[in-house]
């Protein structure tokens, strides 16, 4: 079982950035892949970011390219969303998620996540 707890979330003008934190509980965080989603009102939930199990590898969406980096501190239980340039149409909510099975090769999927954080708001106003 791995409990997640988002945090960093809040309102920030376009062109600023946020760092999202993402704290673990339980001894064996390296042992997943984590990974970012997000969801505006009215649409469905959408893949961000990930990253595998030793941070080696990541994987974003094309929008974010560039502007989003996603890293890990193990021996924290931590993954990191850093935003940098921050648009409109990234308001959200973002959620950090858990996912065993792609720890070697982070997944964009989010039904292949078994964990999931409560998540936290990301609103940038233009």
């Known amino acids: 079982q791995v409990q997640l707890a988002e945090s960093g979330g809040g309102l920030v003008q376009a062109g600023g950035s946020l760092r999202l934190s993402c704290a673990a509980s339980?001894?064996?965080?390296?042992?997943?892949?984590m990974g970012w989603f997000r969801q505006a009102p009215g649409k469905e939930r959408e893949f961000v970011a990930a990253?595998?199990?030793?941070?080696?590898?990541?994987n974003y969406r094309d929008s974010v390219k560039g502007r989003f980096t996603i890293s890990r501190d193990n021996p924290k239980n931590t993954v990191y969303l850093q935003m940098n340039s921050l648009k409109s149409e990234d308001t959200a909510v973002y959620y950090c998620?858990?996912?065993?099975?792609?720890?070697?090769?982070?997944?964009?999927?989010?039904?292949?996540?078994?964990?999931w954080g409560q998540g936290t708001q990301v609103t940038v106003s233009s």
């Open positions: 990253i595998s199990g030793s941070g080696s590898t990541t």
């Open positions: 339980g001894r064996t965080f390296s042992f997943y892949a």
């Open positions: 998620a858990a996912d065993a099975g792609g720890r070697s090769s982070p997944r964009t999927t989010s039904a292949r996540y078994d964990y």
